[in-house]
């Protein structure tokens, strides 16, 4: 008999589904809702960018899935500016719909179906809904696993903050070269460090200029507000990203061509991603400083949009309880797999005044 089930009964619930309550729970507070659930960004796109979005806005045509000729040298250029990443041209750079729809289908349009797929043991979860879509064997580990096809690495990580080391991430390019593994590095928190500089795994540093077998995925939702603008790119060795090219054009995975303006507006000038760093910077401080003194630890948090944080006797349901108590609302570190399970993970993504008055609550 043929197998008919869904396939969404076959994937995890959603997770922020399973909150729900809490969201409720939280909302009857008197002074409504703090959402600091979820790392949507709440300020405006830098008027730049807008520009460019609007004056393109009348292009009838279709886009290229590859991205304009304009795009794919602002990647590599601001990769190089950014990051320190090397060994990129042109054509080692694709545009994405968002950096979500690609790690969810990226098994798949690699052609890894049924392989196995690595994780961290705590992890975003769209790693293991992607291997899943492709039926692959999902292993949680932060370590080399032989026999695997692919290997999601995550610095900074989202959920924990925590940064890798040059020397770590070497760790896992000898681990390509050595097996022939994809290593897939997630750098959509690159923009945004704390106590401790990010480093690509395109940096000539880890790779000694040689970008076989390894690939790393950018976002523009973070440091330049672009959410709502679904654009991301992946960039790396040469030959997978014209694999995942040929995949994406006949699937019709394409940028809006007007979206691919904003983006090369936004990729050819840092200083509306320096404002933002900022402005986080701000929050965190704030927040960072309310949960010590509530009592809460935070461990890593060295980078991105969030501290992930924990108290002493409480796991991630209590402390999420606890929260909603005073109208916060968190994201439970087992969403993230069960090393989680003790965390929550509290976003700096609210306004300014959201901010204080949840630090104005967590100290009441």
Known sequence: MIDRTPLGHR???????????VKEAASRHPGGLIDLSVGTPVDAVDPAIQLALSENAAAPGYPQTAGTPELRRAIVDALARRYNAGGLSPESVLPVVGTKEAIAWLP????LRGATVVIPEVAYPTYEVGALIAGCEVVRSDEPVAGASLVFVNSPSN??????????????????RETGAIIASDECYMGLPWSTEPVSLLDPRVTDGDNSNVLAIHSLSKTSNMA????????????????????RKHAGLIVPGPVQHAMVAALNQDSHEQLQRATYATRRAVLLKALLSAGFAVDDSEAGL?????REGADARESLAWLAERGILAAPGDFYGPAGRNHVRVALTATDTKIQEAATRLLG
């Open 11 to 21: 994937l995890p619930d959603f997770p922020w589904d399973t909150i729900a309550d």
């Open 108 to 111: 798949t349009t690699l052609g």
């Open 159 to 176: 959920p924990t903050g925590r940064v890798r080391s040059v020397e770590e991430m070497r760790r896992w390019v000898a681990f390509a």
């Open 228 to 247: 709502s603008y679904r654009a991301g790119f992946i960039a790396g060795d040469e030959k997978l990203v014209q694999e995942l090219l040929l995949v």
């Open 306 to 310: 969030y501290l992930w944080a924990r």
